[in-house]
């Protein structure tokens, strides 16, 4: 795996709300639809290429995720071996669900250039840098080992109970993901936005004045609520695009 995209996928009615205010936040336009696919968007850098996505679907607002394979087939086929369930194919992709019940595609690699980080007016700096996968306490182990065992690269593990680990495969992609243990028992696995930042306070007042809702501040992260109803994090991890992030 050599990058991976971030989807967020609203219904019609709020479509135009998510677009606004995530434009906003990444400080990075919507694209027109994609050629093809009408449902999807791409929110463009000024710099390097697109990595997270504006989807509408017939349901409840979601994040998913979008792996890109050297041989997507074999992706696909291993991922069912590992205990995914096959959900649908297109001409470009293929949707799966994991274990835990989190829905991902798998799509073919290609060339990109990873974007930098956005500087503000006030000189601080973010950038989007993680999905976290937010497991309930009775998959969360067999959540975490199936994307260990598909992915591949490099883990390193948390010393918090709360968290099992992040990933990175240091060969590019822009996004790493961090695994969370949830404090309920039931339910399916979910996933939520978290963006990197040099300045944890002067973020979280920049994207409440652009309409997000406070929730609460954690240890290096502030949750945040997006107008369609979405949780995403603030975070220390930094803005920079690194091959080798560190993952401490």
Same mark, same amino acid.
């Given at each position: 795996?050599?990058? &991976?995209?971030? +989807?967020?996928? =609203? ?11 995530? $434009? ?8 027109? @639809? ?10 463009? @850098? ?10 509408? &679907?017939?349901?409840?607002?979601? %994040? ?10 074999? $992706? =696909? ?28 595609? +798998? %799509? ?35 959540? +975490?080992? #199936? ?9 390193? @593990? ?16 822009? =996004?790493?993901?961090? #695994? ?8 399916? +696995? ?26 609460? @501040?954690?240890?290096?992260?502030? %949750? ?9 994090? =603030? ?14």
């Amino acid at each position: 795996m050599s990058w &991976i995209h971030a +989807v967020v996928d =609203v219904p019609a009615d709020e479509l135009d709300a998510s677009a606004e205010f995530w $434009t906003g936040a990444l400080a990075w336009p919507v694209g027109e @639809p994609w050629r093809g696919h009408p449902e999807l968007r791409s929110f463009a @850098p000024p710099a390097g290429s697109p990595y997270l996505h504006l989807q509408c &679907i017939d349901g409840a607002p979601r %994040v998913h995720i979008d792996l890109e394979a050297e041989t997507p087939g074999r $992706t =696909v086929d291993r991922a069912v071996v590992l205990g995914a369930e096959m959900v649908g194919a297109s001409d470009s992709w293929r949707t799966l669900r994991s274990p835990g019940g989190l829905p991902f595609c +798998v %799509v073919a690699a290609a060339d990109h250039e990873p974007p930098p980080p956005v500087t503000h007016a006030d000189g601080h700096r973010s950038r989007m840098v993680q999905v976290c996968l937010d497991a309930p306490g009775a998959v969360h182990d067999r959540e +975490v080992d #199936f994307w260990r065992d598909l992915l591949g690269a490099r883990w390193v @593990p948390s010393t918090s109970p709360e968290f099992a680990g992040k990933w990175h495969d240091d060969a590019g992609s822009p =996004v790493q993901l961090l #695994f969370q243990r949830l404090e309920e028992d039931d339910g399916p +696995v979910r996933a939520h936005l978290d963006l990197g930042t040099d300045d944890l306070p002067a973020e979280v007042r920049r994207l409440r004045d652009l309409g997000a809702e406070d929730v609460a @501040p954690g240890r290096g992260w502030h %949750v945040l609520r997006d107008p369609v109803g979405q949780l995403f994090c =603030v975070t220390v991890n930094s803005p920079e695009q690194t091959e080798h992030r560190d993952l401490g």
